[in-house]
Structures are given as C-alpha cells and as structure tokens.
C-alpha cells in the first residue's frame, strides 16, 4: 500500500471506532508548507485521536508538532519556529452541518470517501502559520535597544489592525 493510501481514511468509520493515528510526515512532503518556510527539514508528527462527542458531533482531536524555519520580517535572517497545533475538528458532511459546529470546534466538510489526513494536517500547519514572523525581542539582531525597550512595555501581541492600517497607508 502506499504512503498516501495510508493517510487516506475515512474520518467517519474512524470515528465510529474511536480509534487513533500517529503520523510522522517529512515537511519536505508537504509542498505547500515547504514553500512557505525557509527550511523544509525535520519532520510533522501528528497524534490524532478520532471519535463521537456526547453531541454526537464526530471529530478529530490531537496535537501536530514540528520546527521549521521562517524569515524575521525585523532582521531578515532565519529563525527557528516550533510548531505546536492543537487540532479540534469536527467532521461533517454538508455546508449546512458545517454551519451549526457548536464552538471549540473548527468545521471540516469531508464529501468525499475519504480525508486525506496528510492535507488536513498540511492545512493545520499552514493556519498556524503567523502572518509576521519576528525573533524574540533580544534574540532578534536588528533589535535596538530603544525598541527593546519599547516592546518591553507592551509584551501583549502586536495589534494586527495596526498592521492593515500601514497596508493602506502604503497603497
Ligand atoms: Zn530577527
């Protein structure tokens, strides 16, 4: 059997079962994750756990786990970015069941036979992506030390509508 028949399983029987799969997939593999990142070395494990809720909502849960490196939009060198994705997923068939996923859960319409687990964890990792990658504040080696300072007194996230409004003073 080959590699992608493997990771290619119906969600719904799996679910039935309650049953599990551990993947380990080369990020190499995964071509449009690779072409977001700067290094595509290392490998994905993927823990997922299958099964039906109290709700009856069949879902996919676990955890995707990996490092590859991106570009610090700050200083433009390498830096390392450990991926840790929480997967919480539920199963369902048409748009409509897809609109009433109660919350916690991150719809997934499957019609066809089977999901490829191999793409559902390629998507996981591409949505965990940040959309502005930066080292660290002291680890980044453009950081000056007046910015240091500056970030210091706000350690929340940065503001992403901040981010949209440079974008339109761009234009
Ligand atoms: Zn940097």
Redesign the pocket.
Known sequence: MSKDKQRAIDPFVLAERGQSRCLRIQVSELKRLSSLVRHSQGAIEANLKFGVDEQGIRYIAGTIKGEVAVQ?Q????D?PLVLDVDVSVAIVRTDEQANRVPEGYEPCIVDRETLSLFDLVEDELILSLPDIA??PEG????VLPSEAELTSQSPGRENPFAVLADLKLAK
């Open positions: 610090c700050r200083c433009m060198e830096m930066k080292h680890v980044c080696s453009s």
